[in-house]
Nanobody, 112 residues
């Protein structure tokens, strides 16, 4: 059974940083492309970033380019999202995803 558990969310002021983690299990993590997606209140799901199995390819939504960094540790079956220079539009629930499968999300709130 695929299990994805995101953590590391919380509240931060604009301009702040936060690092999300996602513990993965139940599948061959190291060979799969992984994604971070988010859902802001009242908005559709948005793909934030993705990374392929060996970390040679990453892609970012235009809204987060230059501010967010996706990475992974295949030895630990863990996906990360470093978020810098956060702004209120980054507020939402963040999920890690394997294809269309999402785990439990973590809330990120950016507010002064």
């Amino acid at each position: 059974e695929v299990q994805l558990q995101a953590s590391g969310g919380g509240s931060v002021q604009p301009g702040g940083s936060m690092r999300l983690s996602c513990a993965a299990s139940g599948f061959r993590f190291s060979v799969n492309t992984m994604k971070w997606v988010r859902q802001a209140p009242g908005e559709d799901l948005e793909r934030v970033a993705l990374i392929n199995g060996d970390s040679t390819t990453t892609m970012y939504a235009d809204s987060v380019k230059g501010r967010f960094t996706i990475s992974r540790d295949n030895a630990k079956n863990t996906l990360y999202l470093q978020m810098d220079n956060l702004n209120p539009t980054d507020t939402g629930v963040y999920y890690c995803a394997l294809g269309r499968v999402r785990g439990q999300g973590t809330q990120v709130t950016v507010s002064s």
